[in-house]
């Protein structure tokens, strides 16, 4: 079974019932919706199509809503504005449609923040400039490199500190909407501060609507603030295009190590995004760079990878996802297996010690009941070599983990306080469906109130006799 998990982004290519059910059979686990493109009635639909597909194929995927967070772009510019080195460029509080030098932008309150001697950079940092003069409505810029600027491109600004909220009215209104359909996990766009975790959580509750919620790192000031934001979500995104624009591409490789190393040993589910097979939007076959990106990535112990417009506009949407699974395949043979990282509290030590009971006594398989999904999660944070499979009482829960490396939801289960029960009804469940021969053997972790949330602090191993004396038990 691949560990690694695959997010593809729902696009134009692939919103068709038929290829989200191929996509699913291809390996497909998390289905991104983006919006900043679409409105509410194109994504729901999209919705029902996954949902529809999850049950003709049988197999349960999460839906990943991401909010458009207060995306910095110019306004309109009349076809292609080339510029050169040296050049003169200058931002303003309202359109001058009579000089094309001079470029509004979709939050012009920035250009109060923004100081001479900073840099502001646009199109994903292909173009790059500095801050020669400021006055109350306009900002002069020096183009530093050759490039061209079309409409709506977006800007960066990698020195400043910009004090808007990551949370817009779009959002909002986003948010609501994803309340209402069942949405699993939610990516919050340009994080800075904790404060924009909190405004959304608050959000949500208002909505009764509680999430997965992935903080996507963008900005220098995230970078500042990481462990905070990470305290604060239920996993991270590591986005590359807008993180490239803001430290250049030299040093994403170096980023992406260090936010994937933080997740990690804080136990949150990364993503790593953007870019990992561009080639493929246009040919059948990836680049060797591109495969050898995912395969470091996968080395770093992200928890997924992530398509864009490899599936929203590439014409090999379902060869880019065979890529991908193939790739990390071949990559999991040799993974190093078995993290040690230091245990947070007592049901995170019972985890550390059941993947040392399947490492050292040779067990095929952890099996975790949870409530929330942090018993599976939990373990997985210590990459066992074995297959990890999660029960719960929600489905809810079981969507979620398909984010998660390593762990496959397994069934269902009514919720039972009683674990000798609810042990027993699992063997017997598991040998009635033939799910499992007698002769498998693997390790159990199970709270001893079964069904309350974080209490996991009972290992059980099953074999051929651990089973029968289950089934033999008195409740």
């Known amino acids: 079974m691949r560990k690694t998990k695959i997010v593809i982004t729902l696009g134009p290519a692939t919103s068709s019932p038929e290829m989200i059910e191929r996509l699913i059979r291809k390996g497909v686990n998390v289905f991104r919706l983006n919006f900043s493109h679409g409105d509410h009635p194109t994504h729901a639909k999209s919705i029902q199509m996954i949902r529809e597909a999850s049950k003709r194929t049988g197999t349960e995927v999460a839906i990943l809503q991401d909010i458009s967070g207060p995306k910095v772009r110019i306004g309109h510019i009349e076809g292609t504005l080339a510029l050169k080195r040296g050049d003169t460029l200058r931002l303003a509080k309202t359109e001058h449609p009579e000089d094309d030098h001079t470029l509004d932008l979709s939050y012009p309150a920035i250009i109060d923040m923004v100081h001479p001697g900073e840099e502001v950079f646009f199109a994903d940092g292909t173009l790059q400039t500095r801050v020669t003069a400021k006055d109350a409505d306009t900002l002069t810029l020096e183009l530093l490199n050759d490039g061209e600027l079309t409409s709506r491109k977006g800007v960066n600004f990698p020195s400043t500190h910009l004090a808007i909220s990551s949370i817009t009215a779009k959002d909002e209104a986003d948010l609501a909407f994803g309340a209402a359909h069942g949405i699993d996990i939610v990516a919050l766009s340009f994080v800075q501060t904790p404060a924009d975790i909190l405004k959304a959580r608050e959000i949500m509750r208002q909505h009764d609507f509680a999430p997965f919620v992935v903080s996507k790192i963008e900005t220098a000031e995230a970078i500042t603030n990481l462990r905070e934001l990470m305290e604060l979500s239920d996993g991270v995104m590591v986005a590359r295009g807008d993180l490239g624009a803001e430290f250049g591409v030299t040093k994403l490789p170096r980023i992406q190590k260090h936010i994937l190393e933080v997740a990690n040993t804080m136990n949150k589910p990364s993503i790593t995004a953007t870019q990992m097979l561009t080639s493929m939007k246009d040919n059948p076959f990836p680049t060797r760079a591109e495969v ?127 674990p000798t029960k609810l042990l027993y009804l699992f063997v017997k469940r598991l040998l009635d469906e033939k799910r499992i021969a007698h002769d498998k053997r693997f390790v159990v972790t199970i709270g001893s109130i079964a069904g309350k949330s974080g209490s996991s602090n009972l290992i059980r191993i099953l074999n051929k006799e651990g089973m029968e004396a289950v089934l033999a038990s008195e409740f």
């Open 292 to 418: 050898s990106d995912i395969a470091n990535a996968v080395y770093d112990g992200t928890d997924a990878v992530m398509l864009s417009d490899e599936t929203t506009i590439g014409h090999f949407p379902v060869e880019a996802v065979e890529v991908l699974h193939d790739t990390i395949k071949d990559v999991e043979k040799d993974y190093p297996y078995f993290k040690d990282h230091p245990t947070h509290d007592e049901s995170d030590a019972v985890s550390k010690s059941a993947v040392e009971l399947a490492k050292n006594l040779h067990k095929e398989a952890l099996v975790a009941f949870t409530t929330s999904g942090m018993s599976a999660q939990t373990l997985s944070k210590y990459r066992p070599s074995q297959s990890i499979y999660a029960v719960s009482h929600s489905l809810e829960t079981h969507r979620k983990l398909n984010l998660i490396w390593g762990v496959r939801p397994l069934f269902i289960m009514d919720p039972i306080r009683n």
